[in-house]
């Protein structure tokens, strides 16, 4: 469709005789600007076109279907102002390291120190491996969220 609409500088449709709904939703987001299809009011009905036609009932999805597409065409999302939106919400929803239980400051920390809970405003949990054998530059009370400013940096005592 969008091969032809350039190549010809043209309005494109689909002249539909497959029976189905599927191939006017497909070319729905493709953008046609006319769907052509045959309706019967019964499949049984004696006649050529019964099978290459679609029921009134699904004709009503069809349109339902299409006017949902143009709707999402019309409206995209923008994934960056998205996650924007969504961050607060992250952080509320991801879980962070915490401290499992009070630990005095210049603790060397262990898996076994550790714990995982909400919210996702601390070391990620993804950063388990790194954190672990780091040295706490002040104490850190159980449940606590650990934050970089907790642990100390290299050499740093």
């Given amino acids: 469709m969008p091969y032809f609409r350039e190549r010809y500088s043209t309005a494109v449709g689909l002249s539909d005789h497959s029976g ?12 046609i ?22 029921t009134t009932q699904e004709l009503a999805q069809l349109v339902e279907g299409i006017r949902f597409i143009e709707k999402m065409k019309a409206n995209p999302v923008d ?12 952080d509320l929803f991801t879980k962070s390291l915490v401290a499992r239980l009070d ?8 898996a076994g120190h550790l714990a995982v809970k909400k919210p996702g405003t601390g070391i990620p949990v993804h950063r388990l491996p790194e954190v ?3 040295r706490l530059r002040h ?10 400013q907790d642990l100390v940096e290299g050499d740093e005592l």
């Fill in 79 to 90: 994934k960056e102002v998205m996650a924007q939106e969504l961050s607060p919400l992250r």
């Fill in 132 to 134: 672990v054998g780091r």
């Fill in 103 to 110: 630990l005095p400051a210049g603790t060397v920390l262990e």
């Fill in 139 to 148: 104490a850190i009370k159980g449940n606590e969220l650990l934050g970089e």
């Fill in 20 to 31: 189905t709904i599927y191939p006017g939703l497909a070319a729905a987001t493709l953008g």
């Fill in 33 to 54: 600007e006319v769907l052509e299809v045959h309706v019967t009011l019964s499949r049984e009905a004696f006649g050529p076109d019964g099978p290459a036609s679609v």
